[in-house]
Nanobody, 122 residues
């Protein structure tokens, strides 16, 4: 099992930027693919981005070109740089871990953090 703790959420105006961090512990971080998901009130949890240990990435179409996922295996941390934020990006953002391969469905991820709130004002 991997323990995950997100940080970096907050309130930002539209057009602004935030960087989320997710610190992992408990297992060999480099064995895991890491994903970011988000959930807005009344909506299902949706995929945002994912990255393999080697740095291969995948993004949801709604964030491609604005968000960047990265990881530092030496620090057991994955990041989500969010630029050009829009009010529709408002949600609780979760990081998640799964062995090796990239997936974009929440059910494919076993370990989850507690989430961090991102609010984008118009």
């Amino acid at each position: 099992q991997v323990q995950l703790v997100e940080s970096g959420g907050g309130l930002v105006q539209a057009g602004g930027s935030l960087r989320l961090s997710c610190a992992a512990s408990g297992r060999t971080f480099s064995n895991y693919a890491m994903g970011w998901f988000r959930q807005a009130p009344g909506k299902e949890r949706e995929f945002v981005a994912a990255i393999t240990s080697g740095g291969s990435t995948n993004y949801a179409g709604s964030v491609k070109g604005r968000f960047t996922i990265s990881r530092d295996n030496a620090k057991n941390t994955v990041y989500l740089q969010m630029n050009s934020l829009k009010p529709e990006d408002t949600a609780v953002y979760y990081c998640a871990a799964r062995p090796v391969f990239l997936k974009s469905t929440p059910n494919d991820y076993k370990d989850w953090g507690q989430g961090t709130q991102v609010t984008v004002s118009s």
